[in-house]
């Protein structure tokens, strides 16, 4: 029978865990102390930490090589993952590997002493409302951040064409924002399908079970109108289905169903016979000023990203598991999502108690499938009109 033989502090929201080959330490990544713990396996009944490692912003998965010789940590908000050497216990190399890595696993061809291995990273999928107002990452599928002729078509580089290897292909005219969801490639539709399935994490059930009763009650006073919902969110498609528009809004295309207004690419909202469903909400979060704003990347480079409008409402299924928080990242934990998020005439820790907010939280935790959920401005919205 297992029975739990010690329990070690080891830092500010730990995330993951490596052991060594040799199984005498364990590598555990720190979220919001930016470290990797060093844990001494001891014994049966002593373990304790040894060394706190500062790697990139964030951590999160983690992966030790066969011959022990080198410990790779994926930094989440960074972008880059860290090459330690766990013998010296000190980074040796930092990669940058794009947005939002959330796990590295390595491979190995030969034995344990060669030194044959390759390792893979994972960047970060939201969890996306299937067909849903997402501008931003329908356009990383064709630019340059994630382009490719087998990917989505990279219409953007090579207007028209896309040349890989020295081929060059027609662009898929149909791969835009709320374009085809489906038929646009190999790789782009196993990537659409796992996002439309994609299930949140089992989150484990809170030990304070009269305060996760009062943060359900505020929540369904406070949040549920926007974030209840099937899916935690009251966007869902209501208007015709993909495509939305009937060519690229960038070119001039223009809405299938006359009942969707749009702001470009952006779908603000949704009428049908005088019943409307606004999708964009402003929260407050977006700050054009703010530098964390311009683009980075692609043909968008230096342009005030999209936000000025508001957000389509984000799923919260698994929020717990998802730090960082917002848009842009700026949030590290629910806690800090509160002086930012606008609520009534104030935000959300000007308009809720200190008490509020800790049970609140504690409710936004245990969210994952198993949740029971509430009605949203999405379900009124079709029981009115008597939608399915």
Same mark, same amino acid.
Request: with cysteine; net charge negative.
């Given at each position: ?31 919001? /102390? ?15 930490v040894v060394a706190q ?44 590997? #794009? ?14 002493? /060669? ?7 994972? +960047? ?29 078509? /990279? ?59 009062? #943060? +359900? ?35 001039? #295309? ?128 079709r029981d009115a009109l008597?939608?399915?």
């Amino acid at each position: 029978m297992a029975k739990l033989l010690a329990k070690v502090a080891v830092g500010n929201e730990p995330r993951f865990v490596a052991l060594s080959p040799d199984d005498q330490e364990a590598y555990v990544t720190n979220a919001l /102390d930016g470290t990797v713990a060093v844990v001494a396996l001891l014994g049966s009944d002593a373990f304790r930490v040894v060394a706190q490692i500062p790697v990139g912003t964030e951590p999160r998965g983690l992966a030790i090589t066969p011959n022990g010789t080198r410990l790779l940590v994926a930094n989440h908000t960074a972008g880059t993952v860290s090459i330690i050497d766990p013998i010296a216990r000190s980074v040796i190399g930092t990669v940058p590997v #794009g947005g939002n890595p959330m796990a590295v696993a390595i491979t190995n061809n030969g034995d344990a002493d /060669d030194h044959d291995e390759r390792a893979f990273v994972t +960047q970060f999928l939201a969890e996306l409302i299937p067909g849903g107002p997402d501008e931003e990452f329908d356009t990383g599928k064709r630019g340059n951040v994630q382009g490719g002729c087998g990917f989505a078509s /990279d219409a953007f580089a090579s207007p028209g064409t896309c040349t890989t290897l020295g081929a060059t292909t027609p662009a898929n005219p149909n791969i835009y924002d709320h374009g085809i969801t489906q038929g646009a490639s190999d790789a782009l539709d196993a990537q659409t399908l796992w996002v439309q399935t994609v299930r949140a994490l089992l989150r484990p059930p809170p030990s304070d079970a009269a305060a996760l009763g009062r #943060g +359900q009650t505020i929540f369904g006073t406070t949040c549920a109108s926007c974030h209840g919902g099937q899916k935690w969110t009251k966007s869902k498609i209501t208007y015709r289905d993909n495509p939305a528009f009937t060519q690229d809004p960038a070119v001039g #295309g223009v809405p299938l169903d006359p009942g969707v207004i749009n702001a470009g690419a952006q779908i603000v909202s949704f009428t049908l016979s005088g019943v409307t469903l606004k999708y964009l909400e402003d929260v407050g979060t977006f700050v054009a000023t703010d530098p964390l704003e311009i683009r980075g990347a692609g043909a968008a480079s230096g342009q005030l990203a999209l936000g000025g409008l508001g957000f389509n409402v984000p799923s919260l299924s698994g929020v717990g598991s998802h730090a960082p928080y917002l848009h842009n990242g700026e949030a590290q934990s629910l806690s800090a999502v509160f002086p930012l998020h606008t609520l009534g005439t104030g935000t959300i820790a000007t308009m809720l108690t200190a008490q509020q907010q800790a049970d609140l939280i504690v409710f936004l935790n245990s969210i994952d499938g198993r949740t029971i959920t509430f009605r949203s401005q999405g379900d009124d919205f079709r029981d009115a009109l008597a939608l399915p």
